[in-house]
């Protein structure tokens, strides 16, 4: 049987990073502003007056203190508080299609390959900046690559379902060798005037070449043993923004064509979802718990992440058990668990396990188990 493996990562990190202090003091601004002028209706009781942030409230809540964006003077304007990305002509490489070359060719340094290995481009991500033509042939042009490729928004565990779809390609005969990337610009997305999640989200690109073991020109890869799937609705996280806003004159720049999420519930409901499809996923591969020497989880929440570590080890993960980047990188959507794969795999000795799980909006999750060879 063929053994698929993951045999180079790339990540591309935007120049220019927001700390926590930079951006509370936007907000903050941005809030005694909004007090100011509503003062009147707040003593009448018509609204409620915003609460400001702080970074200390920022770092307990989710654990992220910086976070890199493709523009932050929009960002930390508080006239604007979006970031300020100028559309390009249609003859101008995408900014999508930019950052997941960038990330895709330090992929493919690292897994000596050149575009004429690889067959199949796949864009795995929770936003594409336009319907058609798929970012995905985009880059497949601007790399040279020949064969086929396609979009795939399953939101944050867009990368998980990419691998999955890789190495289902590579097992059929249809690639010889994937680039599955992931161009995340989450900053477009986001809220900034939402004190519940405005420092959330950041911008980066990840990518991983997937190829057949029997082609690989490098000694260390890990091989997919298996990938397990999950998917369950729920509106608990969610994004209205899309084609027909236009056709609904009025609505189409309402609260809901932003990241809207009910975050208790989310966490509630996530967690169970999460530990139990990566320890049902162990059993059906005959792996114990005790196997497995890392998480590679999304990197959403720093309390979300360790008490799933801690519910499928049975005991407080240690650090490189369940490393983490969302600290420096914030949330980056379907790119966090493939960053902290690039990050903190090197030292795993051949012969160890690991499970790479990425989950999100939908609700969507997906489980892969890695052996490095």
Not at 249 to 276: A, Y
Request: net charge negative; charged share 20%; glycine share 6%.
């Amino acid at each position: 049987m063929t053994k698929v493996v993951i045999s180079g990562t790339g990540v591309f990190t935007p120049a220019e990073s927001i700390p926590n202090e930079a951006l509370v003091t936007t907000f903050n601004t941005y809030v005694k502003e909004y007090n100011r002028h509503h003062s009147d209706a707040i003593i009448r009781g018509e609204c409620l007056p915003l609460q400001e942030s702080s970074a200390d409230f920022i770092v307990k809540a989710s654990g992220i203190k910086n976070r890199y964006v493709i523009d932050k003077s929009g960002i930390l304007d508080p006239d604007t508080m979006q970031p300020l990305i100028p559309e390009r002509s249609n003859e101008a490489l995408s900014v999508q299609a930019e950052m997941a070359v960038a990330a895709a060719q330090q992929a493919l340094a690292n897994a000596r390959k050149t575009a004429a290995d690889i067959d199949m481009v796949i864009v795995a991500c929770s936003n594409m900046q336009r319907p058609y033509p798929a970012i995905a042939i985009e880059v497949q042009q601007a790399l040279g690559i020949k064969g086929f490729a396609y979009d795939m928004n399953v939101a944050c565990a867009s990368a998980a379902f990419g691998i999955q779809a890789a190495k289902a390609a590579i097992r059929d005969g249809n690639a010889r060798a994937v680039l599955m990337v992931n161009p995340e610009i989450c900053s477009a997305h986001l809220d900034f005037r939402d004190r519940d999640c405005h420092f959330i989200f950041g911008d980066a690109c990840s990518a991983v070449i997937i190829e057949d073991v029997k082609t690989s020109k490098v000694e260390s890869v890990f091989e997919i043993i298996d990938c397990q799937l999950q998917t369950q609705f729920s509106n608990n996280i969610r994004n209205n923004f899309g084609f027909l806003n236009r056709a609904a004159p009025g609505s189409e720049h309402t609260r809901d064509k932003l990241f809207m999420q009910q975050g208790r519930q989310v966490f509630k409901e996530v967690i169970p979802i999460v530990v139990n499809l990566i320890v049902n996923h162990l059993a059906k591969n005959q792996l114990a718990v005790s196997d497995i020497k890392r998480l590679w989880l999304h990197q959403a929440n720093i309390n979300m992440n360790l008490l799933i570590a801690n519910k499928i080890l049975g005991r407080e993960p240690t650090a490189i058990e369940a490393p983490t980047i969302l600290d420096q990188y914030a949330n980056t959507s379907s790119a966090g668990s493939i960053i902290a794969f690039h990050h903190y795999h090197q030292d795993l000795n051949p012969g160890d396990i690991g499970v790479l799980s990425a989950f999100g909006a939908g609700y969507s999750a997906g489980s892969v188990i890695l052996r490095k060879l």
